[in-house]
């Protein structure tokens, strides 16, 4: 695992990324991260994984919050590389578990059955409050996945975008946010261009996500966008050509 990475921290709210690289098996082994929102002690764990990076994510958010007081873990949508860890997180923690509707039966499958502990969210959204602040749920379907969310969490106005956003790349120097962006769109278009939807949906999420005031966007894989890298990213995915836009491509 890379070190930490504070993306927010005011004493009281603090946003964190932890991200897990394999460079001896980067064929086999993509990229990820995932981030822990502590607010006066209590946790919210955003996309937790696997289960191969369960021992050492266990670990590594041990050292900021105890595992008792992880109040809900929030999954954008129902892939492996965010959700296989559910049944281990279910085992170790009293934590409800927020995902979309569409993949609640699904979770089964990766030995989950405790239905109870299960907040579905409904196609277009929520919002939670989570100390003092809001936390909201953010419709991102089929960008990858049918049943998708972005986190838009108001206090560090950090937007949690999941595979939007995600780059195949690893990092070897620890810097995990993107200095130049023009540079950056050559490890984001591969990935974008074949695994969301089409532009009409990206056009749907960016004009949902602009009504807020975004600091940063940190993406499952890959690197965290900030300051004018916000705005150039959302320009970027408005234009881009996607999925469905390639259909004879793939029929
Ligand atoms: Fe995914
Ligand atoms: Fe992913």
Known sequence: MDKEIFLYDDGVHKCIMFSFDDEEHEDSFLSVNQYLIVNDGVGFLIDPGSEAIFDELYDAISKYVKIENIKYIFFSHQDPDVSGSIAQW??????KFIIS??????????????????????????KLKF???????????????????????????????????????????GLKKV???????????????????????????VA?????????????????FEDENV?????????????????????
């Open 90 to 95: 279910a085992v170790t923690t009293k934590a």
């Open 101 to 126: 509707n569409l993949w609640t039966r699904f979770m089964s499958h990766y030995g989950f059955m405790e239905m109870s502990r299960v907040m579905p969210l409904v196609d277009n959204g929520a």
């Open 131 to 173: 100390g003092e602040d809001t936390i909201r749920f953010i419709p991102a379907h089929f960008l990858h996945s049918p049943g998708n969310f972005s986190l838009y969490d108001e206090k560090s106005k950090i937007l949690f975008s999941g595979d939007i956003g995600a780059a195949v790349i690893n990092s070897n120097h």
């Open 179 to 205: 200095a130049n962006f023009n540079e950056h769109k050559e490890y984001l278009a591969g990935f974008h261009k074949r695994y969301m939807g089409s532009n009409k949906l990206c056009r749907a999420w």
């Open 208 to 224: 949902k996500v602009e009504k807020f005031e975004i600091n940063k966007i940190a993406p499952q894989h890959g690197f965290v």
């Open 231 to 251: 705005e150039f990213f959302l320009k970027w995915l408005e234009d881009l050509k996607c999925g469905s836009d390639f259909m004879q491509e793939l029929y």
